[in-house]
């Protein structure tokens, strides 16, 4: 679908985005890029849950957006990870992976601190079971940052497995700075977008009683929640699955939950 028409799509009612500045921007993975946004309007902002999103709002450069003119046409958005909030400091941290071409992943490349966003949500979010006692985490890097929310939720008694898919060894890093966990690592080498973790999955055991927080890219996502669902009959209130992207398709909806 083309983008200046989702743009023009009829709104859902929601508050409006609130204005921040970037405050940092740190290179954390050859592909990786954590930016930290600053703002007193964050204050406003409610604390996500695991495995939450919010948009970002691109207005193009040399233009401006008034977000209070009901008729203004909403900037181009895209779907992220609010990964740490500090309502005290009323910092929101972002990464960002470089996969290419993209509004978004330029848009970092050049960004700099003082650029504005506007940034809408959270939204979403999953409830990691308080009776979880095995959890199976699965990701590729765009989810890295929503596996790590997903495993610092885990109550502490779970046996958590994390599996991850991303370019090469320069791309691993630490799922998260307060929970120690070694994630199976899975190298791609190239762009092929999830098969690795459906075979990781296909292959690996683990009890029917377990709860899976699985996110990557759409068709993948959609493949291994069949294989879990009909080849190993588990029980769908025990998977979780939301496709992050698309291969081909620009801004991909943030609901693909992959129920259809
Ligand atoms: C709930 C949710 C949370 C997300 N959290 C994060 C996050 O924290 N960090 C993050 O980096 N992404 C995250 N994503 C994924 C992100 O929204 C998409 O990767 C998005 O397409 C990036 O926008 P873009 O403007 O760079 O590319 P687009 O303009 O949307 O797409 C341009 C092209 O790039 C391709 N593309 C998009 N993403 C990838 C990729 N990862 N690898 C290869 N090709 C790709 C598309 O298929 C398309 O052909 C999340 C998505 C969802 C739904």
Not at 30 to 38: D, E, K, L, S
Not at 59 to 86: I, N
Not at 154 to 169: G, M
Not at 182 to 188: M, Q, T
């Amino acid at each position: 679908m083309a983008e200046a028409a989702l743009a023009g799509a009829p709104r859902r009612k929601r508050p409006p985005p609130k204005l921040a500045t970037v405050e940092k921007i740190e290179k954390i993975t050859p592909h990786v890029v954590r930016v930290t946004f600053i703002g007193d309007e964050l204050a406003e902002f409610s604390p996500p849950r695991p495995g939450a999103h919010i948009k970002l709002l691109f207005v193009p450069k040399g233009t401006s957006w008034d977000r209070a003119d009901p008729e203004a046409p909403r900037p181009p958005s895209r779907t992220y990870t609010p990964r740490r909030f500090d309502p005290a400091t009323r910092r929101l941290e972002v990464e960002f992976v470089l996969h290419g071409d993209g509004l978004a992943a330029g848009w970092v490349q050049s960004a700099k601190p003082g650029d504005p966003m506007f940034i809408g949500g959270p939204g979403g979010g999953y409830d990691v079971p308080a009776d979880a006692s095995e959890m199976i985490v699965v990701a590729d890097d765009t989810a890295i940052p929503g596996a790590g929310t997903v495993i610092e939720a885990a109550p502490k008694t779970c046996k958590v497995t994390a599996i991850c898919e991303i370019l090469d060894a320069g791309e691993q890093r630490a799922l998260s700075p307060t929970v120690s966990i070694s994630p199976r690592w899975l190298h791609r080498d190239r762009n092929t977008a999830g098969i690795l973790l459906e075979q990781e999955v296909a292959g690996l055991s683990a009890s029917q009683s377990a709860h899976w927080w699985i996110a990557c890219e759409a068709n993948a996502m959609r493949r291994i929640r069949m294989h879990l669902l009909k080849d190993r009959r588990i029980d769908p209130a025990h998977v979780h699955t939301r496709g992050y992207w698309r291969l081909g398709e620009t801004n991909y909806p943030d609901h693909d939950y992959g129920n259809d």
